[in-house]
């Protein structure tokens, strides 16, 4: 699917679960784009979720960060433009990386590589990340040096995966740097927008008697404007409580 997801869409796909945001952001992107979502760079799924924040007219994204040093909390708002404004990766990126006499190279990580770690220690984390990511034939072992030189060449091809904000502490003037989840935004965005329609379900339905389908498929102002007009005139049905005890 192309374009932005409808009303119907998000209700039909969004997962009402309690499992992680990232894996709910990730089961309605592949649902709504294919399979190829879980073979993305992290900083490419961080702007097609952003990107999706968007179409479904996500509110501006204002995060809080604790100071270090005075534990002042700063509010900030997440640069969804620039964000979004960051060149993607060529499909065939690849780092080459100085290990001993060699050059070793490795792609980027993609989603399902990330899911495979997901659990371990950040040292096996990514000495496992690197294995699967080595395009030559015999994935050499690494010294921590290597990998921390693997993982920023990995960052500066692909910028958007580390979503960090430098601040200047409003309190003490220290500086503070941000990492923003931006899955567990979005994912509030969609809980929010969810609920709103299947509460503009519910009162169009009581009020009319319409399908779920048909008041899904009405453009999002009618929708409103029908919900505006059964509240205003305080339908008896749609507040059967109303009549008890009077
Ligand atoms: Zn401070």
Same mark, same amino acid.
């Given at each position: 699917?192309?374009?932005?997801?409808?009303?119907?869409?998000?209700?039909? =796909?969004?997962?009402?679960?309690?499992?992680?945001?990232?894996?709910?952001?990730?089961?309605?992107? #592949?649902?709504?784009?294919? @399979?190829?979502?879980?073979?993305?760079?992290?900083?490419?799924?961080?702007?097609?979720?952003?990107?999706?924040?968007?179409?479904?007219?996500?509110?501006?994204?204002?995060?809080?960060?604790?100071?270090?040093? %005075?534990?002042?909390?700063?509010?900030?708002? #997440?640069?969804?433009?620039?964000? %979004?404004? !960051?060149?993607?990766?060529?499909? @065939?990126?690849? !780092?080459? =990386?100085?290990?001993?006499?060699?050059?070793?190279?490795?792609? *980027?990580?993609? *989603?399902?590589?990330?899911?495979?770690?997901?659990?371990?220690?950040?040292?096996?984390?990514?000495?496992?990340?690197?294995?699967?990511? %080595?395009?030559?034939?015999?994935?050499?072992?690494?010294?921590?040096?290597?990998?921390?030189?693997?993982?920023?060449?990995?960052?500066?091809?692909?910028?958007?995966?580390?979503?960090? !904000?430098?601040?200047?502490?409003?309190?003490?003037?220290?500086?503070?740097?941000?990492?923003?989840?931006?899955?567990?935004?979005?994912?509030?965005?969609? @809980?929010?927008?969810?609920?709103? =329609?299947?509460?503009?379900?519910?009162?169009?339905?009581?009020?009319?008697?319409?399908?779920?389908?048909?008041?899904?498929?009405?453009?999002?102002?009618?929708?409103?404007?029908?919900?505006?007009?059964?509240?205003?005139?305080?339908?008896?049905?749609?507040?059967?409580?109303?009549? #008890?005890?009077?």
């Amino acid at each position: 699917m192309n374009g932005s997801p409808g009303a119907a869409d998000l209700v039909r =796909l969004w997962p009402p679960s309690r499992a992680p945001a990232s894996t709910r952001v990730t089961a309605l992107l #592949v649902a709504l784009h294919g @399979d190829g979502v879980r073979r993305s760079p992290l900083g490419v799924h961080h702007q097609r979720m952003l990107r999706l924040h968007g179409q479904i007219g996500g509110r501006a994204l204002d995060a809080v960060v604790t100071c270090a040093r %005075c534990s002042t909390e700063n509010e900030f708002a #997440v640069p969804i433009g620039a964000i %979004c404004a !960051v060149p993607e990766p060529a499909t @065939d990126a690849e !780092v080459a =990386l100085a290990v001993g006499v060699a050059l070793v190279r490795y792609r *980027l990580p993609t *989603l399902s590589d990330l899911a495979a770690i997901s659990g371990m220690s950040v040292p096996e984390g990514l000495a496992s990340l690197a294995a699967r990511t %080595c395009l030559d034939d015999e994935a050499p072992e690494l010294a921590d040096g290597d990998i921390g030189r693997l993982a920023e060449a990995w960052e500066e091809l692909d910028p958007a995966a580390a979503v960090q !904000v430098d601040l200047v502490c409003a309190e003490c003037r220290a500086d503070v740097v941000a990492d923003v989840a931006v899955a567990e935004f979005v994912a509030d965005e969609l @809980d929010r927008t969810v609920d709103g =329609l299947v509460h503009q379900v519910d009162v169009v339905a009581r009020a009319y008697g319409w399908s779920e389908d048909a008041i899904l498929a009405l453009p999002a102002q009618r929708r409103r404007r029908y919900v505006e007009l059964i509240e205003q005139r305080g339908d008896p049905s749609a507040f059967p409580l109303a009549a #008890v005890g009077s």
